[in-house]
């Protein structure tokens, strides 16, 4: 499936990636576009918008597009929502919901800074979402 998204990668148009790659669609292939042309590149590809006005997937009050694709999914990983928690934090702008947050923008400002092509910042910025979902899985065995 194509996913189709605003080009300049920050975090929600990375953790949507991630997901969609680790827990949604392995073969998913995405395109990053300028923000007026998401909606009409995606259907003329026959793929999912996300996280842009009026796509597939979008904010929904206090939901991040992240969010949203994992309640659509029905996914239920206690990992997943944990990380789930920090994206919403650092994409929404209120670090105090988290802390971790504040952090987490931190690197995808670096990231954007140095790798500014979208699909590279992807390839490098997934190895920090895997680490991150890793140490979260840690967190919530703790806890349980």
Avoid at 21 to 28: G, T, V
Avoid at 31 to 45: D, I, K, W, Y
Avoid at 69 to 86: F, N, P, S
Wanted: charge should be negative.
């Amino acid at each position: 499936m194509k996913w189709v998204t605003r080009s300049h990668v920050h975090v929600d148009r990375v953790a949507c990636p991630w997901l969609v790659k680790r827990f949604i669609d392995s073969e998913a292939e995405f395109l990053f576009v300028p923000r007026s042309q998401v909606t009409s590149v995606a259907e003329r590809e026959g793929g999912l918008s996300f996280d842009s006005p009026g796509a597939d997937f979008d904010h929904e009050g206090d939901l991040c597009t992240f969010d949203v694709m994992i309640r659509r999914y029905e996914l239920t990983d206690k990992a997943l929502l944990r990380l789930a928690g920090i994206v919403n934090a650092a994409d929404t702008r209120r670090p105090e919901k988290d802390p971790l947050a504040a952090g987490f923008e931190a690197i995808a400002v670096g990231y954007g800074l140095r790798f500014p092509d979208d699909r590279e910042n992807l390839e490098k910025q997934f190895e920090v979402y895997d680490a991150l979902y890793a140490w979260c899985s840690v967190q919530v065995a703790k806890e349980s």
